[in-house]
């Protein structure tokens, strides 16, 4: 599976951003997608994800004012950032779990997110 991410940027505070995935291989095997981020300095965090039948998880800091989608036609995981903040400032990943597995699987490249105060 090979996933491709894009949609990042430059946005002010308070601003939107969405990002997308599309994943090409082997989409039909898989099961969660996710997003992730990693701050300078900091550990990846799991943002949110989403499984097949679409049932959704965030992590604390974004509930609210993010959103994680997917377009199973499509093979693509979308993450719909509102009210950004400077700690929103991070790479954000995608990645996938395959059917089977417990952990996620493939990763895409990352796009930069930057949120100016």
């Known amino acids: 599976v090979q996933l491709q991410a894009s949609g990042g940027g430059l946005v002010q505070a308070g601003g939107s951003l969405r990002l997308s995935c599309a994943a090409s291989g082997s989409p039909f095997s898989i099961d969660v997608m996710g997003w992730h981020r990693q701050a300078p300095g900091k550990q990846r965090e799991l943002v949110a994800h989403?499984?097949?039948?679409?049932?959704?998880n965030y992590v604390n800091s974004v509930k609210g004012r993010f959103t994680i989608s997917r377009d199973n036609a499509k093979n693509t995981v979308y993450l719909q950032m509102n009210s950004l903040k400077p700690e929103d400032t991070a790479v954000y990943y995608c990645a996938v779990v395959i059917r089977g597995s417990w952990k996620y699987d493939f990763w895409g490249q990352g796009t930069q997110v930057t949120v100016s105060s």
């Open positions: 989403i499984t097949a039948g679409g049932i959704t």
